[in-house]
């Protein structure tokens, strides 16, 4: 089975402009989850789909925003880009409640 | 929120010797996974241990947990220098929530 597939693997936009990323689960899982990661704050939940519809939300700003498809691929959105979203975006699959899988990440760089 | 925290935030070893990390968390957990990332990439995998589980083996790994210390060890044996990676602990909140909280990771370096 192919894994978790994560496009673009590097991105680097400017402030002020908006990006989207995009994630294919494991074939058969439904429920994907998004995290980001950065050298001060380590890995943070962003949130997480299941069935086209968002089953839990993360501490972060409006400006996150994302969405499931009814193939359960996923794309999550930020807005109006700050300096600081510069990270490492990962998306995860899981079958079960349990184990997740990841994909590469997508490398965001703004400057 | 961080829920777990690793320990050490740094390991170097020789080959061949074992590597111990150890990860703590907060709140009460239905299991405990540790995952490996190499050099930035994507987490990969390594064990997801229950919370009415204490010990379990895969391969050269051994994860123990003891729930009444809220705490986790993940014992790698016979170290070899591509298990050179950052090492991570996630725990899901009870509750049925897909979300992990991760700890910061520990940097375990293995020496050829």
């Known amino acids: 089975k192919a894994g978790v597939t994560q496009t673009p693997r590097y991105l680097i936009k400017t402030r002020g402009q908006q990006v989207t990323l995009s994630c294919s689960p494991i074939?058969?899982?439904?429920?994907v989850s998004w995290y980001q990661q950065t050298p001060g704050q380590g890995l943070q939940f962003l949130f997480e789909?299941?069935?086209?519809?968002?089953?839990n939300k993360g501490n972060f700003p409006g400006r996150f925003s994302g969405r499931q498809f009814s193939n359960s691929r996923s794309e999550m959105n930020v807005s109006t880009l700050e300096l600081g979203d510069s990270a490492l975006y990962l998306c995860?699959?899981?079958?079960?409640?349990?184990?997740?899988?990841f994909g590469p990440g997508t490398r965001l760089t703004v400057l | 929120s961080q829920q777990g925290e690793e320990d050490p935030q740094a390991l170097s070893i020789q080959e061949g010797e074992n590597a111990t990390m150890n990860c703590s968390y907060k709140t009460s957990i239905n299991n405990l996974q540790w995952y490996r990332q190499n050099s930035g990439r994507g987490l990969v995998h390594l064990i997801l241990?229950?919370?009415?589980?204490r010990e379990k083996h895969s391969g050269r790994l051994r994860v123990t947990l003891d729930t009444s210390k809220k705490s986790s060890s993940l014992l790698i044996t016979a170290s070899r220098a591509a298990d050179t990676a950052s090492y991570f602990c996630?725990?899901?909140?009870?509750?049925?929530?897909?979300?992990?909280?991760f700890g910061k990771g520990t940097k375990l370096t293995v020496n050829p």
């Open positions: 241990i229950r919370s009415n589980e």
């Open positions: 996630a725990t899901d909140v009870q509750g049925g929530s897909e979300k992990l909280v």
């Open positions: 074939s058969g899982h439904r429920s």
């Open positions: 789909y299941f069935s086209e519809t968002q089953r």
């Open positions: 995860a699959s899981s079958l079960v409640p349990g184990t997740q899988y």
